[in-house]
C-alpha cells in the first residue's frame, strides 16, 4: 500500500537513549489515560528498570498500561520483568513465546521488531532504540548509535489502530478466542505543526511490502543525494539494481553500516556486496566508534525516514516492523546533519575495493553470504520472493 501522507505533525529527532529515554520517562510520567508499549528487547538494567517503574506508576494511579514484548529479543524479560510488571497491575503480553530451542522454521523468524509507545492517543514514539542501556554490549565506550522520534499529529491514530490490532492478534493466539480491547479512542489530533509524515508498517497480509515500497519509490525518484545509516545491511535484487541504478544517474550515495558487528556473520556477508557498490561510486563507511544500531536514511534533503526496520530480509521480508516516513528539508537537514556527524566522527571509509584485499577476507565474506542465503532459502524465501511477490 502506498503512504498515507498527511500535514500537522510536530517532530522532535531523539538520538541514542541519552536523548530518548529521558523524553519518553517524562511522557510516561504525564500520562492519565493510557499506554501502549511495543518493543523487540525490554532488558532488566538499569534503564529497563527505570522504565518498568514508570509504569508500574502509571498503573498505581489509574492508567491502562499495556505491554507487548516480542518472545526471542524479550527472554530476559519475561523471565525477570514481566511477573513484576502484572503484580502491579500492568497488562502484558509476549508476541510468540520461545519454546522449542533449537526448532529452526519461518515461523519462529517472525519476530516483533517494532519499538512503538502511545501515551493518551495523542503522543507517539517510533524508531530503533530498544528498552535497554546503550552501553549493554560487552565493553562499550561509547554510546550505541540508534534514532528515534517524538511525534504528535495526524499519523497517531494510525499508530495506534495498528498496536491496537497487534494486541488483539496476541491475545486471541493466546486465548483462543476474541476479545474487544476497550481503549482509549484517540481524536483527531489538533494541527500544530506543518510537517507531512506517513506510518509505514510491515506485517504478514496487506502491508507485506510497504517499507521495502517506500525505500524504492524514494530512491526511483533521487536526483542528488542518497544517506542510509543501517544496522544490518543485506538488500535484496531489486533494492541493490535501485541503488546502484540511482549511482548511474549521478546521485552520491552514501552507506553508513556496523563495524562494531553483534552479528559477525551478516556482517561478512555484507562485505560481499562491496565490490559492486564501490565500482559504481558509492563511498561506504563502517562505524566503529560504539555498535551502529540504526534504521534511517535521507533522500535529496527532504524525505527522510526512521524507524525499526533492518534492509534485510528478516525485517523486510518476516518482522513486523514500524517506520516513520517524512517529507521536510527541516526534519532530513537536522538527520542528515547528525549522520554526517557520526560519519565525521566514528566512521572508517572502506578505500579498498574488496579484490585487493586478502584471499581469506574475500572468501570468508562469500561463506558467510553463502550462509545468509541459505538461511533465508530454509525460510522459505528463494529467488521467487525476492523478485516478486508485490502484496
Request: charged fraction near 20%; aromatic fraction near 8%.
Amino acid at each position: 500500500m502506498r503512504p498515507r501522507w498527511q500535514g500537522g505533525h510536530q517532530l522532535q529527532l531523539l538520538e541514542n537513549g541519552t536523548e530518548y529515554f529521558p523524553a519518553l520517562l517524562q511522557a510516561l510520567n504525564g500520562a492519565r489515560q493510557e499506554i501502549w508499549l511495543e518493543s523487540y528487547i525490554f532488558a532488566n538494567d538499569e534503564v529497563g528498570r527505570r522504565i518498568a517503574a514508570a509504569l508500574e506508576w502509571a498503573a498505581d494511579r489509574g492508567v491502562c498500561v499495556r505491554v507487548l514484548v516480542d518472545g526471542f529479543g524479550g527472554r530476559e524479560f519475561v523471565a525477570s520483568l514481566l511477573p513484576r510488571l502484572r503484580s502491579r497491575g500492568v497488562q502484558v503480553q509476549v508476541y510468540r513465546r520461545e519454546v522449542a530451542t533449537f526448532r529452526f522454521s519461518r515461523h519462529r523468524l517472525r519476530r516483533l521488531h517494532r519499538k512503538l509507545v502511545l501515551i493518551d492517543g495523542s503522543v507517539a514514539f517510533i524508531g530503533g532504540i530498544n528498552i535497554v542501556s546503550d552501553f549493554s554490549e560487552p565493553g562499550s565506550q561509547a554510546p550505541r548509535h540508534d534514532y528515534a522520534v517524538r511525534i504528535t499529529g495526524p499519523v497517531v491514530p494510525a499508530l495506534h489502530a495498528s498496536m491496537k490490532r497487534v494486541w488483539s492478534l496476541v491475545r486471541w493466539a493466546s486465548l483462543g478466542h476474541r476479545l474487544p480491547v476497550p481503549s482509549l479512542t484517540p481524536e483527531q489530533p489538533p494541527t500544530r505543526g506543518g510537517v507531512r509524515a506517513a506510518l509505514a508498517i510491515r506485517d504478514n497480509l496487506r502491508h507485506r511490502r510497504d517499507i521495502e515500497n517506500a525505500y524504492l519509490q524514494a530512491l526511483g525518484r533521487a536526483r542528488q543525494e542518497i544517506l542510509i545509516a543501517n544496522a544490518y545491511f543485506f538488500p535484496g535484487r531489486r533494492f541493490r539494481q535501485a541503488l546502484l541504478a540511482a549511482a548511474a544517474r549521478g546521485v552520491r550515495i552514501t552507506l553508513l553500516v556496523q563495524g562494531q558487528a553483534d552479528h559477525p556473520l551478516l556482517q561478512w556477508a555484507t562485505r560481499a556486496l562491496y565490490s559492486p557498490f564501490l565500482a559504481a561510486g558509492m563511498r561506504i563507511f563502517e562505524y566503529q566508534r560504539s555498535h551502529l544500531h540504526a534504521k534511517v536514511a535521507v533522500v535529496d534533503g527532504r524525505w527522510s525516514t526512521v524507524g525499526s526496520s533492518n534492509i534485510d530480509p528478516f525485517s523486510l521480508l518476516l518482522a513486523r516492523e514500524a517506520n516513520l516516513l517524512v517529507l521536510d528539508r527541516g526534519f532530513a537537514r537536522q538527520l542528515q546533519g547528525r549522520l554526517e556527524s557520526a560519519l565525521a566522527d566514528g566512521a572508517q571509509p572502506i578505500t579498498a575495493h574488496p579484490r585487493h584485499q586478502g584471499l581469506p577476507r574475500r572468501l570468508l565474506s562469500w561463506l558467510a553470504y553463502g550462509a545468509v542465503r541459505l538461511l533465508i532459502g530454509l525460510a522459505g524465501y528463494g529467488r521467487q520472493h525476492e523478485q516478486g511477490r508485490r502484496g
